[in-house]
């Protein structure tokens, strides 16, 4: 499946990427379901009865045994909290003939429920573009449905995702989340939009606030462990930010977190605030890989003491979200 953002020019020479920033949020429309997924089980898409963790429980329900022993692990196993762009959390993917046509549908149903409309049509391009589609990644359940400590996570080729009902206490989407994608040339990718609204926090900066922003070298992409109220954070701290800057960084969050569903991203919001609000949170960019050296940053990373945001844009999209009050 192409994308939709197309740069090149005929003689295969690059378009700047300021020149088509109206670009940036555009997806295609009509992304197709693959046939695995039979609409005879399918339920309509943030359906007010139906929520992610609904049809996580008839998953759970319809398992075999013999599927169990493929995707079920307990609540404390490793693999639950790992952090990696690339990686499947079973050797089973969704496609794979173990699964029945509503099995799969349900799986499809989880996916829809824990992202908004426009999160899933990314998502669902992303995956399509790096691995072939949904079929190709896996998905494992952890813990005891109906119990605290219950989980659906979903990964493969830069996709980690879960659905855990907020059950766990101040641990946004119940623990890290990971998205990506293949194409090199950032302005192409679906996440390219996020890029572009981050920079509007940097245009905005006067000459001392950019300079005390702006980083070299940006830390290892999956250094995004939590340091608490002791940790040292890179960048401009959003308390030394004006009341309109401050409203700026406010509205960017708020457009990072449109993907997902609203009650996860109004969870990383309750979060926030009961750690300090966004005075709490740092703002650094990284002059490393900037692409067409336009200096609209790359790289970039939100943190504080309870989230970590790091998006490595170059060279291609690696990006990890994590959340959560550090005990």
């Known amino acids: 499946m192409s994308f939709p953002m ?5 003689d295969g020479q690059r378009v700047a990427r300021r020149d088509f920033v109206k670009l940036g949020g555009a997806i295609a429309a009509g992304v197709a379901t693959t046939t695995l997924f039979d609409a005879r089980f399918a339920h309509a898409a943030g359906a007010p009865t139906a929520s992610a963790e609904t049809y996580v429980g008839e998953l759970y329900a319809s398992l075999s045994d013999n599927q169990k022993t493929a995707v079920w692990r307990p609540f404390d196993h490793a693999d639950r909290l790992k952090i990696n762009p690339n990686w499947h959390v079973s050797k089973t993917t969704i496609g794979d003939d173990l699964f029945s046509k509503k099995q799969k549908t349900l799986v499809d149903q989880i996916v829809r429920n824990i992202t908004s409309k426009d999160g899933y049509d990314r998502l669902l391009e ?7 589609g949904l079929e190709s990644y896996s998905f494992a359940l952890f813990g005891e449905p109906g119990s605290d400590q219950f989980q659906f996570e979903l990964t493969g080729r830069h996709v980690t995702m879960r659905a855990d009902g907020n059950r766990l206490d101040k641990i946004g989407f119940g623990g890290p989340v990971v998205y990506g994608h293949g194409e090199e040339y950032l302005p192409d990718s679906p996440f390219f939009q996020q890029t572009l609204q981050a920079n ?4 905005a900066l006067d000459a001392d606030q950019a300079k005390q922003a702006l980083q070299k ?4 992409e999956t250094a995004v462990q939590l340091k608490g109220e002791s940790g040292h954070f890179p960048g401009i701290g959003v308390d030394q930010l004006s009341s309109d800057q401050k409203e ?4 960017t969050l708020k457009m990072l977190l449109a993907p997902y569903r609203e009650n996860d991203s109004k969870e990383v919001m309750e979060i926030l605030n009961s750690s300090g609000g966004l005075d709490q949170l740092h703002m650094a960019f990284y002059q490393q890989e900037d692409i067409d050296n336009d200096r609209v940053w790359d790289i970039w990373r939100v943190e504080g003491p309870s989230m970590v945001w790091h998006f490595r844009g170059a060279p291609h999209v690696h990006a990890y979200l994590n959340i959560g009050i550090k005990s």
């Open 6 to 10: 197309n740069v090149n020019r005929p």
């Open 126 to 132: 992303q995956m399509e573009y790096d691995d072939g």
């Open 200 to 203: 509007k926090v940097f245009q």
């Open 217 to 220: 070298k940006a830390p290892s």
């Open 248 to 251: 700026l960084v406010e509205s």
